[in-house]
């Protein structure tokens, strides 16, 4: 059961091609390129071509055997013809190549593919490559080089030029697949296959839209996780929409939005064309950086300063060399060679000198990545030096990328450097750039640890009042919040908010601010004005009763005279929040489609538009990812010791961002939020303002209808977790898998006995690599659910000393089948704890989550020769059953 659902898609072993006749006179031009694209040899498994006839498809004279692949390159009207006898060939997959197919013509192919098992690559697609096979399904042009990079890819016009590029580069792939509009085989879909593919050991991605967020962040995620995954999305949109009712609707778009999601993804995202064939070249070199410093080698100044400058632009660091292997490389450089910053051979350096650069910092420690620049020089031998490149790359361990700098004097050169799968560069700035680019991957790894629970670990908000504050203003049949019900909303999460009244004539407005004490401010409070500043609805620091009944009343007519129509429900006093040196920022909140909610952060104030400082994360926020978007906002400059005030309350900012998390997990009827301002100091923090519009609860993102449905990342479940006796005396622990189990699930895997690693992985593995160790504790909660059970006993500490430590007795896990009514399971337990309940309790919680799910069956593979597993089996209630095609596994199901 380990074979991918869409190998025999892309690893098909036969095929069948579905083509016009060759004479035929009005064939479509991608049947006559496919046709073309198969001509090729290269492709080692079973081919045959029917052709078609005028009146229909004509099925092969002589008895196909049953095949993996369908393809189909024929008129519109022809094509359903052609997959109906492709299912009749019982073919488990198809692609359908060509353009123009439209959204109801694609849904009728799509049911015939889901009615007969198939799945569907198309319509409008280009179709795919597989150099490994030698296969070119595609009317793509000719077979890609094989190489180690993956290309996905929206455009067809996009694909052909990547692949014509990388063919005078050099650049290799794994595989090329066109993805078009309506296609059955989704990016989700081909993410799953690509992160499991051995060929495949980067990804690159171009798009224009997705239409289900929550599988493809899930799909992208469990990639990520394993690979590098560079993405180029076009179509951006402008921050803003008119209908906005929030300054954080107002000053954030759709791209914003897509770059947070990118990042909890961790995937890189590329602005350019430039940038992807950049990207493209570091990751076909198969080196990944460990880190931020790259070390720039030169023979000229100039070029080695504009690499240190690009290196600073964009937030990488200046790799130096340590003093004690600076001292023993000077030597063996000319006289005029400076290592103060750059390794600047100067304009006399030649192979050797190069060579023994090379050597010392690949040896450096401190040094991730190196930079090579070479400048045309009288008398220099630029194809020697190349060669010094070409001979080192195999031994040097970290990236290396080239910069051969001028024109066609440096072909040869840079012949070599490709030769040698070396990413080569014409200017400093695009290396540069593409370092980075690769580099950013491997900083986002810090994200995976980061799955943070719905509630964080402060008091428990009153859930019930938020509710009923949302229902009583649904049943108005209102959308907007008023002030008060805003921050009455706030107070049920914990979130300080300024102490705030109604008043409805200018007496009660004197008698509030007389018993709070001065100053106050006023605020008009109508839930049809969005901008209280805007029609002079805001007075400050009122300093006495006189004063307020004053401004009550001029702000009621100004109120009045700017916007007739609003209706008024009075004036709300507050007293003036004290912070002599407090910074006003902004927390926010707004729902992207499709991406859902998203929590906002930036500079605040009357001047919040004009700032536009923004930064966001998808939730759910913990500690440290809250840390991470304020960090990204420019006012962070602002929240140390600053201009003679102290430094802030972090945590007290951070536990803010934890409430609006919180809120945004639990409270799907929010659609827009703003705090603005807020206002922190050294003593915490507190809201001033807020401004919330909610809407009904919606049903989830397509279909989901868990209490979860509305994120686009599902939160750690913390609700699966308890305390359970253990037969014999004790208790253990059941919960879901969390990324900081792996040495855990390590150690217990290290412990099994040989028979218990061969029931569980089918083959005799003794440990856990770390890819593999990654997929198993870096789940996406969506599509997969691991239950571990823990154990605490006594045991000698990482520093030596007695006390207690956790250890990982069981894990049990499902992952959800293709079809996405079903799922696959897997169950382990030490085996000094075999017979004492563990692994029925294992299973029977994998279940229920699976059932919460909305999953219909749970299946999986058990070795014939596994008595003990398949007695559990029966005790559960699974079904036993012969698998055909492997008689030593046993097929068990249980109905959920």
């Not at 289900?212 to 951006?236: E, W």
């Given at each position: 059961m380990d074979k991918h659902y869409l190998t025999p898609l892309l690893s098909p072993q036969s095929i069948v091609a579905f083509l016009p006749p060759a004479e035929a006179s009005d064939a479509p031009a991608h049947a006559d390129a496919l046709r073309h694209a198969l001509a090729s040899p290269g492709f080692r498994g079973r081919l045959v071509i029917v052709e078609t006839a005028m009146n229909g498809i004509a099925m092969p004279s002589a008895p196909v055997e049953p095949t993996d692949l369908a393809l189909i390159a024929l008129p519109p009207a022809q094509i359903a013809a052609a997959l109906e006898s492709a299912a009749r060939l019982d073919c488990k997959a198809a692609v359908v190549l060509g353009s123009g197919i439209g959204a109801d013509h694609a849904t009728e192919l799509k049911a015939i593919?889901?009615?007969?098992?198939?799945?569907?690559?198309?319509?409008?697609?280009?179709?795919?490559?597989?150099?490994?096979?030698?296969?070119?399904?595609?009317?793509?042009?000719?077979?890609?080089?094989?190489?180690?990079?993956?290309?996905?890819?929206?455009?067809?016009?996009?694909?052909?030029?990547?692949?014509?590029?990388?063919?005078?580069?050099?650049?290799?792939?794994?595989?090329?697949?066109?993805?078009?509009?309506?296609?059955?085989?989704?990016?989700?879909?081909?993410?799953?296959?690509?992160?499991?593919?051995?060929?495949?050991?980067?990804?690159?991605?171009?798009?224009?839209?997705?239409?289900?967020?929550?599988?493809?962040?899930?799909?992208?995620?469990?990639?990520?996780?394993?690979?590098?995954?560079?993405?180029?999305?076009?179509?951006?949109?402008?921050?803003?929409?008119?209908?906005?009712?929030?300054?954080?609707?107002?000053?954030?778009?759709?791209?914003?939005?897509?770059?947070?999601?990118?990042?909890?993804?961790?995937?890189?995202?590329?602005?350019?064309?430039?940038?992807?064939?950049?990207?493209?070249?570091?990751?076909?070199?198969?080196?990944?950086?460990?880190?931020?410093?790259?070390?720039?080698?030169?023979?000229?100044?100039?070029?080695?300063?504009?690499?240190?400058?690009?290196?600073?632009?964009?937030?990488?660091?200046?790799?130096?060399?340590?003093?004690?292997?600076?001292?023993?490389?000077?030597?063996?450089?000319?006289?005029?060679?400076?290592?103060?910053?750059?390794?600047?051979?100067?304009?006399?350096?030649?192979?050797?000198?190069?060579?023994?650069?090379?050597?010392?910092?690949?040896?450096?420690?401190?040094?991730?990545?190196?930079?090579?620049?070479?400048?045309?020089?009288?008398?220099?031998?630029?194809?020697?030096?190349?060669?010094?490149?070409?001979?080192?790359?195999?031994?040097?361990?970290?990236?290396?990328?080239?910069?051969?700098?001028?024109?066609?004097?440096?072909?040869?050169?840079?012949?070599?450097?490709?030769?040698?799968?070396?990413?080569?560069?014409?200017?400093?700035?695009?290396?540069?750039?593409?370092?980075?680019?690769?580099?950013?991957?491997?900083?986002?790894?810090?994200?995976?640890?980061?799955?943070?629970?719905?509630?964080?670990?402060?008091?428990?908000?009153?859930?019930?009042?938020?509710?009923?504050?949302?229902?009583?203003?649904?049943?108005?049949?209102?959308?907007?919040?008023?002030?008060?019900?805003?921050?009455?909303?706030?107070?049920?999460?914990?979130?300080?908010?300024?102490?705030?009244?109604?008043?409805?004539?200018?007496?009660?407005?004197?008698?509030?601010?007389?018993?709070?004490?001065?100053?106050?401010?006023?605020?008009?409070?109508?839930?049809?004005?969005?901008?209280?500043?805007?029609?002079?609805?805001?007075?400050?620091?009122?300093?006495?009763?006189?004063?307020?009944?004053?401004?009550?009343?001029?702000?009621?007519?100004?109120?009045?005279?700017?916007?007739?129509?609003?209706?008024?429900?009075?004036?709300?006093?507050?007293?003036m929040a004290r912070a002599h040196r407090g910074r006003e920022i902004y927390v926010g909140l707004v729902t992207d489609a499709p991406f859902g909610p998203v929590i906002t952060f930036g500079a605040g104030g009357t001047m919040i538009e004009l700032l536009a400082d923004r930064a966001m994360e998808l939730p759910p926020l913990n500690q440290f990812l809250g840390r991470s978007l304020i960090q990204r906002a420019r006012v962070a400059e602002t929240l140390g010791p600053w201009r003679g005030a102290p430094a802030i309350a972090m945590e007290a900012l951070e536990q803010l961002l934890l409430r609006v998390s919180e809120m945004a997990c639990e409270l799907p009827q929010l659609r827009e939020m703003d705090m603005n301002p807020v206002i922190v100091d050294e003593s915490g923090a507190v809201a001033v303002d807020a401004r919330i519009v909610i809407g009904p609860a919606h049903g989830g993102m397509h279909g989901d209808h868990g209490r979860y449905g509305h994120l686009a990342i599902h939160p750690y479940p913390a609700n699966h977790s308890e305390i359970v006796p253990l037969h014999g005396g004790g208790e253990y622990m059941v919960r879901p898998i969390r990324p900081d189990d792996a040495e855990m699930l390590r150690d217990m895997v290290r412990d099994l006995s040989p028979e218990s690693r061969y029931f569980r992985f089918v083959s005799s593995r003794a440990d856990l690599p770390p890819t593999m160790l990654a997929r198993f504790t870096l789940i996406d909660y969506d599509r997969e659910m691991a239950l571990v059970a823990v154990l605490r006993e006594r045991g000698t500490g990482e520093a030596g000393h007695e006390g207690e430590r956790e250890r990982v007795i069981g894990v049990s896990r499902y992952v959800t089948n293709p079809d996405r009514t079903s799922c696959e399971f897997a169950l382990v337990v030490a085996d000094e704890f075999n017979g004492k309940g563990i692994g029925s309790r294992l299973m029977q919680g994998i279940m229920d989550v699976a059932r919460e799910r909305g999953l219909r069956e749970i299946n999986g593979m058990v070795l014939a020769n596994n008595p003990g597993m398949l007695k559990l089996m029966r005790s559960l209630g699974f079904s036993i059953h012969p698998y055909p095609e492997d008689p030593d596994f046993r097929l068990v199901v249980h109905a959920l």
């Open positions: 593919a889901q009615r007969e098992n198939m799945q569907l690559l198309g319509p409008n697609t280009l179709g795919f490559q597989r150099p490994v096979l030698g296969l070119n399904a595609s009317a793509a042009g000719p077979l890609a080089k094989q190489g180690p990079l993956a290309l996905v890819s929206q455009s067809g016009a996009l694909t052909a030029s990547m692949l014509d590029w990388a063919a005078k580069n050099g650049v290799g792939f794994s595989t090329v697949v066109g993805v078009g509009p309506q296609t059955g085989v989704d990016l989700p879909d081909l993410l799953d296959f690509l992160a499991n593919d051995a060929q495949t050991h980067s990804i690159v991605m171009y798009f224009e839209g997705i239409s289900d967020a929550r599988r493809f962040l899930s799909a992208l995620r469990s990639a990520a996780i394993v690979k590098p995954v560079v993405v180029l999305k076009a179509g951006r949109k402008p921050a803003g929409n008119e209908a906005a009712q929030t300054h954080s609707a107002t000053i954030v778009g759709t791209d914003d939005v897509f770059d947070a999601a990118l990042r909890r993804a961790w995937a890189v995202r590329v602005r350019s064309f430039v940038e992807l064939f950049s990207a493209s070249k570091c990751l076909a070199s198969r080196y990944r950086p460990v880190g931020r410093r790259l070390a720039v080698i030169t023979n000229g100044g100039g070029p080695g300063v504009l690499a240190a400058d690009w290196i600073s632009e964009i937030g990488l660091e200046l790799g130096k060399l340590a003093p004690d292997v600076a001292a023993a490389l000077q030597p063996r450089l000319p006289p005029q060679a400076s290592l103060t910053d750059l390794v600047d051979l100067s304009e006399d350096a030649g192979p050797d000198h190069y060579r023994a650069a090379l050597e010392a910092t690949s040896h450096d420690p401190g040094i991730a990545g190196v930079l090579v620049i070479h400048s045309p020089k009288v008398g220099a031998d630029s194809e020697a030096c190349a060669q010094v490149l070409a001979g080192a790359q195999r031994n040097i361990g970290k990236p290396l990328l080239s910069c051969w700098m001028g024109d066609a004097s440096m072909d040869a050169a840079r012949s070599i450097l490709a030769s040698a799968d070396i990413p080569s560069f014409r200017t400093p700035e695009a290396a540069v750039g593409a370092f980075g680019n690769v580099a950013t991957f491997y900083q986002n790894q810090q994200l995976l640890q980061q799955t943070p629970p719905p509630l964080s670990a402060l008091a428990t908000p009153d859930l019930e009042c938020a509710r009923l504050v949302i229902e009583s203003v649904l049943a108005e049949r209102r959308h907007v919040l008023t002030e008060m019900e805003s921050k009455a909303l706030l107070a049920a999460f914990h979130i300080p908010v300024t102490h705030t009244a109604l008043a409805r004539n200018a007496n009660e407005a004197m008698l509030l601010a007389s018993q709070m004490g001065f100053p106050v401010a006023l605020k008009i409070d109508s839930p049809d004005i969005s901008h209280k500043s805007d029609v002079e609805g805001v007075a400050l620091n009122i300093v006495n009763g006189a004063n307020v009944r004053d401004a009550f009343e001029d702000m009621m007519r100004n109120v009045t005279r700017l916007q007739p129509t609003a209706r008024i429900n009075g004036v709300t006093v507050q007293k």
